[in-house]
């Protein structure tokens, strides 16, 4: 079955940088979208970075030119690499997926989550 597995996250100061990772098994790229989501104490969950299929990728506005998603196929891996950190991104990370070649931006269309990995940003 499917399972996606996050790690990565920890205490930072504003400013610094995490990466994370997800391990993904029970199904290939190739039909699925991936994508990370959070959800700070309080709020909603909110996406953040989307890749499809081909590789295409789209990012939310609050993360746009800080967060970087990739995966690595050969490693069955996905990763966001978040720089440039602000206290306000401290929330509970977490990856999905979902079949198809469409990114949803809502969290309700995506069949696949990890457990998350929390981070937290220090002023």
């Known amino acids: 079955q499917v399972q996606l597995v996050e790690s990565g996250g920890g205490s930072v100061q504003s400013g610094g940088s995490l990466r994370l990772s997800c391990a993904v098994s029970?199904?290939?790229?190739?039909?699925?979208?991936m994508g990370w989501f959070r959800q700070a104490p309080g709020k909603e969950l909110e996406g953040l970075a989307f890749m499809d299929p081909d590789g295409r990728i789209k990012y939310a506005d609050s993360v746009k030119g800080r967060f970087t998603i990739s995966q690595d196929n050969a490693k069955n891996a996905l990763y966001l690499q978040m720089d440039s950190l602000k206290p306000e991104d401290t929330a509970m990370y977490y990856c999905?997926?979902?079949?198809?070649?469409?990114?949803?931006?809502?969290?309700?269309?995506?069949?696949?989550w990890g457990q998350g990995t929390q981070v937290t940003v220090s002023s």
């Open positions: 999905a997926s979902r079949p198809g070649p469409t990114i949803q931006a809502t969290p309700k269309w995506w069949n696949y």
């Open positions: 029970g199904y290939t790229y190739s039909s699925y979208c």
